[in-house]
């Protein structure tokens, strides 16, 4: 199992193949199932933000080592319109209608470590981290 | 981010902080160009140098002990001649780290003490200093030059120890924190369809999810449909709890289960009021025997006392 | 929509949905249409829906199950949710997703038994 692995997005069937790859990988960290479905749930999310609103992109998957702390981290990155309002659509619209917009206060809800870069016109870029504590 | 570095299979300690650490001790090319060259001298002393060093180690009660097996022993000398024998090789590099992480870890788990550890470095660098002396007799310049950088790497060595040590240490509290946490957090199955879930103490943020995780994993097991989380041991909860709380909740309903929150004392109560936490969004109950009895109800049970069978014998 | 990902089994007037594998955006609108096609078809006043076997279950996913909960029932029948596991609950709920409004049981025995429909095997003998 290496300890970097690129998914490139184009289509639904690669948010599966995504999830796969990343519950893979950090298995290997030896996290727990619950972790585990965490992190595959957080994968989920960030992905269908850009095939919803990208098109396609890519996912960098990859293991970490912070001092002791080992970790996984996934970089999502697409080219698409970008996000106007960083700060609004960080914002917790914790809604019980079943997490609408980008779903970005969920999904960093789900990992330890989480950041948005963006540019209207350029893209966006997704980095998340989780630790083996 | 940019302190992530990817990870390496042979790398546990990462390059970088090697680096760190070599810089702080000034230890340098130089140094590893003195130290190769007296790799020959350190051939020729090694198996003397080994005998005295284990004599030495047998001499004292403490240290004997752990090399009372002669097969043990000899087994170890021979790793320690190599380990001297490396002290000249050059080529410190990550491989070296990784080879003297894993000798800590022997010495770790073996019992060996820290203080014995770093006697018996001490007595290793001077009589390495003895022999130096003998061998540069004419030119003490030379010998005070290898000295110097064999105790820089010998440093190096004892800071690799120390974090075998310290890592061990470390695993073996997080494990024990692990055992409490698990003991004092039993689900409780009262009834067929009916847990408990008494919590005892503070609560915070990894604790919950553990309660919640525990929780969920005996919903399925039990096919329990009434879950009575009872916080009469609470003394305090704050947003985060009261919200761990109120998703455990939420999540054992998405697995058919009900729950009902006893023992909430009026000053948690006023707490999650202010929070605006939607208590409409939960079941609560003064105290735990409400709790129970409320939550039998709603599976179905009615408790009768046995009062006439009493007021029959008594006679 | 892939039938086989998710078919659908008729059961008197209770409609089980028993999902098979992860299911992709379009076969779950797909699975909308099917079902409310189908509980107007056979008048269904139950229907079950099984995600037993789903490992992740996203905001997409959420919204989508309560969508079609919301539309059976507003067909006339009730509809419950079975199947949720452990993992997937509680990441669900981090995620502000608790399908509120909607009827949840543990597995298809508990909605069998919810929805007051028993096999009929241990019927007693009065």
Known sequence: MSSELNVPIRSEADLVTARLRGREMASTLHFSSSELTLIATAISEVTRNILSYAGSGELDLRLVRQGQKLGVSIIARDRGPGIPDLFSAMQ?????????????????????????????????????????? | MADHETLLPESPIPGEEVRRRKEFLEFTDDDVAV????????????????????????????????????????????????????????????????????????????????????????????????????????????????????????????????????????????????????????????????????????????????????????????????????????????????????????????????????????????????????????????????????????????????????????? | MNRARAPILKLGETLIVSVQEALMDADLVGLRDELVAEVKMYRATCVIIDVTVLDVLDSFAARTLRHIAQMTQLLGARTVIVGIQPDVAFAMVQLGLTLQGTETALDLEDALSLLNLKLGRNRRVQ
Request: proline share 3%; charged share 25%.
């Open chain 1, 92 to 133: 917790d619209g914790y809604s019980t209608s079943g997490g609408l917009g980008l779903g970005l206060p969920g999904s960093k809800r789900l990992m330890d470590e989480f950041d948005v870069a963006s540019e209207v016109g350029k893209g966006t870029t997704v980095t998340m981290t989780k630790w083996k504590m």
């Open chain 2, 35 to 315: 130290l190769e060259g007296v790799n020959e001298v350190a051939i020729r002393y090694a198996d003397s140098m080994i005998d005295d060093f284990y004599r030495h180690l047998m001499s004292f009660d403490e240290t004997r002990a752990f090399f009372a097996d002669p097969a043990l022993l000899k087994h170890v000398k021979e790793m320690q001649k190599n380990y001297f024998m490396r002290l000249t090789q050059g080529n410190y590099d990550q491989v070296y780290v990784a080879e003297r992480i894993k000798i800590g870890q022997i010495h770790e788990r073996i019992g060996l003490p820290l203080k014995s550890y770093f006697g018996m470095y001490c007595y290793y660098l001077r009589a390495v200093l003895g022999r130096l002396q003998e061998e540069y007799k004419e030119t003490p310049e030379q010998a005070f030059s290898v000295f110097n950088s064999l105790m820089k790497l010998t440093f190096f060595d004892m800071e690799l120890a120390i974090d075998t040590y310290v890592e061990s240490r470390e695993r073996t509290i997080k494990g024990q924190e692990e055992a409490i946490r698990e003991l004092s957090t039993p689900v409780l199955l009262l009834r067929p369809g009916l847990l408990l879930l008494p919590i005892i103490g503070l609560i915070d943020t990894l604790r919950a999810r553990q309660l919640t995780e525990q929780l969920l994993r005996s919903v399925r097991s039990n096919r329990a449909r009434v879950v009575v989380i009872d916080v009469t041991g609470v003394p305090s909860v704050d947003t985060k709890v009261a919200n761990h709380l109120v998703q455990t909740v939420e999540a054992a309903r998405l697995m058919g289960a009900v729950s009902i929150i006893s023992g909430i004392a009026p000053d948690i109560a006023q707490t999650m009021v202010r929070l605006g936490i939607d208590l409409r969004r939960i079941r609560t109950v003064g105290d735990l025997q409400s709790g129970i009895e409320e939550a039998e109800r709603q599976l179905g049970y009615t408790v009768v006392k046995n009062d006439v069978a009493e007021s029959e014998d008594g006679k």
